[in-house]
């Protein structure tokens, strides 16, 4: 694994299923993110954590939750999936405190019908 | 809250130069990114500016100006491979808040 993994990299999705993206590094980054790209609005943040065993709410967390169990690790999680969240989802890390730039996952396309 | 605007897109010619603006609006500020993103790939970093000024970094440089709320882009010499979404992207608290962002598209 090199940089940040993302899975799956696309999915169809009934609306009403529970959904787990998945992102791992493996920089030892302190800090992680979740994105969404929508065309038009740019990537706003969903929720962060600045090191595992806190999380925090972005922009747009509602319909979102995520956990932080290790400093690798930072699975997004759609409870309920709606069409609405038909989206690109982008995993990011970063060190947190500092300002650095942020290294991002390939993306993962979510449909929901 | 966040206000970040930037033009949605811009065309220029091979070889010719363009500048993307940004103008911010931010509850805190510790430093403004730009990355690249081509289409159906992940954003990539190409600069950081904190201070006032300008950063020149190979064909790309990047301003900017506290006082105003400002910074741009400098795309020198473009190429076709230049063609590409350019975001602008604000340090709030350690969090990044990005603009829509711009689509370059350079033509022969």
């Known amino acids: 694994i090199a940089g940040i993994t993302q899975a799956p990299t696309s999915q169809i999705l009934a609306a009403g299923r529970r959904m787990t993206l998945r992102c791992t590094q493996d920089?030892?980054?302190?800090?992680m993110y979740w994105y969404r790209q929508d065309l038009g609005l740019g990537l706003r943040l969903i929720h962060y954590s600045n090191t595992a065993g806190t999380t925090g709410k972005g922009e747009v967390p509602d319909g979102y939750s995520v956990s932080r169990a290790n400093t690798d690790d930072f699975p997004l999680t759609l409870a309920s999936a709606v069409p609405s969240q038909t989206s690109v989802y982008f995993c990011a890390s970063s060190e947190a405190g500092e300002t650095g730039e942020l290294f991002f996952g390939e993306g993962s396309r979510l449909t929901v019908l | 809250g966040q206000n970040i605007d930037q033009p949605t897109e811009m065309t220029a010619t091979e070889g010719a130069i363009v500048q993307i603006n940004c103008t911010y609006q931010t509850s805190g500020f510790n430093g403004l990114f730009w990355y690249q993103q081509h289409a159906g790939e992940a954003p990539t970093f190409l600069s950081y500016?904190?201070?006032?000024g300008l950063e020149e970094k190979g064909r790309f440089s990047s301003f900017l100006s506290r006082s105003k709320g400002y910074s741009y882009l400098l795309l020198k010499e473009l190429q076709m491979k230049d063609s590409a979404s350019y975001l602008c992207a604000v340090d709030n608290d350690y969090k990044l808040s990005f603009g829509a962002g711009t689509t370059v598209t350079v033509r022969a």
């Open positions: 920089m030892r980054h302190n800090a």
């Open positions: 500016n904190v201070l006032d």
